[in-house]
């Protein structure tokens, strides 16, 4: 039996990335969409990167129209709550509606609802982890920040991100910060000429079988 040829107007399926045989990274952007969203996402698209953004609720619900392309161009989606508080002086009751009118707004503005959670600052307790295990979520941290939000200089950030590039790193950026946006292209292709490929938190944290409510990396004194 002769099988009929894919049709010609069939999208090529992308080839997933294997991390344990490849030098990879995850550029992730917390607080957005921000109004320079569009831009960074012309970025990433020219230079064929994906990233991972962890979203806030509030600004999800006022730009739905990047977190749609977000995840039509194969970006990842995570929760980073929808007002940004602390979680770690929260209670049970604000933290789950936090992170479920996050889920509930991505779901409506793009038809997904992400499957990673990074709390606030990075803040995260055991009550924050019983969270996220309710809600079938690990929490997402980084390997290393690119001091963005403090410097807000393309020079300094894209030297600070090279300084602490590794592989299977996660990197915590901004999409709020101007002059990351303004400097993506040039750290794309840097990252590349040094044999990286750019992927999403998923790719990276593929090989540590994460369950939910698990944090990666684990944060400081929750070592066993």
Known sequence: MTLAPAPAFAAPKEEPVDC?????????FDDGPSKYAGTLLDTLKK?????????????????PQYVKRMVAEGHELGNHSY???????????????EIQKTQDAVKKAAGVEPR?????????????????????????LWT?????????????????????????GIILMHDWVKQTVDGMA??????????????????VIKSQELKPGDAFPTPEGWES
């Open 20 to 28: 344990e045989q490849v030098k990879c990274i995850a550029l992730t």
């Open 83 to 97: 007002s940004h508080p602390d979680f770690t002086k929260s209670d049970a009751a604000t933290i789950k509606s």
């Open 144 to 168: 290393a920040g690119s001091k963005d939000w403090s410097t807000k200089d393309v020079d300094a950030i894209q030297k600070q991100t090279l300084a602490v590039a590794e592989p299977n």
């Open 116 to 140: 990673l959670l990074r709390p606030p600052y990075g803040l995260a307790d055991l009550q924050v982890s019983d969270i996220a295990a309710e809600f079938g979520m690990p929490i997402i």
């Open 186 to 203: 040039s750290l794309i292709k840097t990252l590349k000429n040094k044999g990286y490929h750019l992927v999403t938190v998923s790719d």
């Open 47 to 63: 230079h064929d990167a994906k990233a991972t953004f962890f979203l806030e609720g509030q600004y999800v619900k006022s730009r």
